[in-house]
């Protein structure tokens, strides 16, 4: 893996491709971010395996499915636990958090400006609270600073993503979780990380 050509293929957003791209810049990491406009994606939709985006060209082969792909790079990269049990606990994290994302994507499709406002309430005032409390609740249990073990992980990965991405303006603020607010400082002061953030390009989700 580690001569692996990689090209991420995602439109010029955070969005589901974040969490991939992330991943790999904690693990240092060279990779193609093709990034197109929203009308040129039937050019690329050809290649996807499943007609959708984010997708991933690894030495000439493509594959698909976020969630798939950036546990694929953190178990090579060796951010999914030192055990098959903490690979399960950081499993659970990343799909509690698809849960939540599947609630958000409601308010990016609505239609009617009534009904997507009293969703962004609920969500801010409602659900990203809820979501933060299992994760505040399972920071306090570990006792370490991380979620999984006593090292950076993807679950830490993809809660910084939750609050810092694309939902950065519509999730609650975390004065209420304060082990939670740590932990997304130092996932933004790995030093990769904090580099790759510092010099992506400026978007709006």
Request: glycine residues 6%; negative net charge; charged residues 25%.
């Amino acid at each position: 893996m580690s001569d692996s050509e990689l090209k991420l293929f995602y439109s010029n957003a955070k969005g589901r491709a974040e969490l991939i791209r992330l991943v790999l810049a904690a693990a240092g990491k060279q990779f193609n971010d093709v990034r197109f406009a929203r009308e040129e994606w039937p050019k690329y939709k050809v290649d996807a395996p499943f007609g959708q985006m984010p997708y991933m060209e690894i030495d000439g082969k493509f594959y698909s499915q976020s969630i798939a792909l950036a546990t694929y790079f953190a178990r090579e990269y060796g951010f999914c636990g030192k055990t098959n049990l903490e690979s399960l606990q950081v499993d659970q994290v990343i799909q509690l958090i698809q849960d939540f994302v599947t609630v958000a994507a409601k308010m990016f499709h609505e239609k009617e400006e009534e009904k997507k406002g009293e969703l962004i309430k609920t969500f801010k005032e409602t659900d990203s609270p809820r979501l933060f409390g299992y994760v505040e609740a399972q920071l306090k249990e570990n006792g370490t600073g991380y979620l999984v073990g006593s090292e950076l992980s993807l679950a830490d990965i993809a809660v910084y993503d939750f609050i810092t991405g694309a939902l950065v303006d519509l999730v609650c603020p975390l004065d209420n979780f304060p082990l939670v607010k740590t932990l997304t400082e130092t996932v933004g002061q790995n030093e990769r990380i904090k580099k790759y953030v510092a010099e992506r390009p400026a978007t709006l989700m």
